[in-house]
């Protein structure tokens, strides 16, 4: 599935729910991701029989959750608290009007987790820090993330930074902002969510928090292995301590592409992840 959302230029869970049909994906987006699949000869059997198996109350941990899941074993990402992180980051920086682009307006409208409590925590952290903050839906592809930065610059253009959790949109929006004039990240700051894979091909690499997934995927198979060795009362788990703290730095390829906002007084010190001084700016 990794594979097929490399050459279909999306996420690995676009490509989950074009398959299952369990969330919402344009047609232009399914089939790209049906072209790569007939490419290569792609058979998703084995996930036909792993949902079946689910639906037959065999034991399982499921990586992400939902809302009312108080009785599913899962483990996830802290998605508020890492956004909100980035838009601490930015406001120490100097930036006083931020930019949330999130998923899919269908996957948000349908209620993806990721994506409401990603915009949660922008919206939270943008209020505690008395900053101007808009929030864009944007589509799992390059093509809509090029048209969502040319909408901010349109309708917001005092806007300085971004944050994001939409990976695959992230070669759209550099371009767009390469057309606008603006360099990344002397003139654009930029930070969000994202796998190394994606934060590493942004040039410079983008400030990102990476997501962990194979010690996602290695705890979820330990919770595994204890409910099946003795059932426990449903309970939910995080990540180890330091992987999405609220007030933690992003942790990823590093962090070129936050600077300054203009006409900041930021000083070396002054960045809530930096107390001690850095050697270069966040």
């Known amino acids: 599935m990794g594979e097929i959302a490399r050459r279909a230029g999306v996420s690995r869970s676009t490509v989950s729910y074009a398959l299952s049909g369990k969330r919402p994906v344009s047609e232009a987006t399914r089939r790209r991701i049906q072209r790569v699949i007939d490419e290569l000869d792609y058979k998703p059997d084995a996930a036909a029989r792993a949902l079946r198996l689910l639906r037959e109350d065999l034991p399982f941990v499921g990586i992400g959750h939902t809302a009312g899941d108080h009785r599913m074993p899962w483990i996830d990402v802290d998605y508020a608290a890492l956004i909100a992180g980035c838009v601490h980051h930015l406001a120490d920086l100097g930036h006083r009007a931020l930019a949330l682009i999130n998923r899919s307006p269908e996957l948000v409208a349908a209620g993806y987790g990721p994506g409401l409590r990603a915009a949660e925590g922008f919206a939270a952290a943008v209020a505690e820090r008395g900053l101007a903050g808009f929030a864009y839906p944007c589509g799992d592809d390059a093509a809509a993330g090029h048209a969502v930065v040319r909408r901010i610059r349109a309708e917001h253009p005092e806007v300085t930074a971004a944050v994001t959790l939409d990976e695959a949109a992230l070669p759209g929006i550099q371009h ?56 426990p009362p449903a309970r939910p788990a995080g990540l180890p301590a330091g992987q999405h703290r609220p007030g933690s730095p992003p942790r990823g390829a590093g962090r070129a592409l936050t600077t300054p906002g203009r006409g900041s007084a930021r000083t070396r010190s002054s960045c809530r992840w930096c107390r001690a001084g850095c050697p270069r700016p966040c």
């Not at 690499?205 to 330990?222: I, Y």
């Open 176 to 231: 767009a902002l390469a057309e606008a004039g603006l360099p990344v990240p002397g003139g654009f700051s930029f930070a969000g969510v994202a796998a190394r894979r994606w934060a590493e091909d942004f040039r410079p690499p983008l400030t990102a928090a990476d997501v962990p997934a194979q010690q996602m995927g290695a705890r979820a198979v330990e919770l595994l292995v204890e409910r099946i060795a003795a059932p």
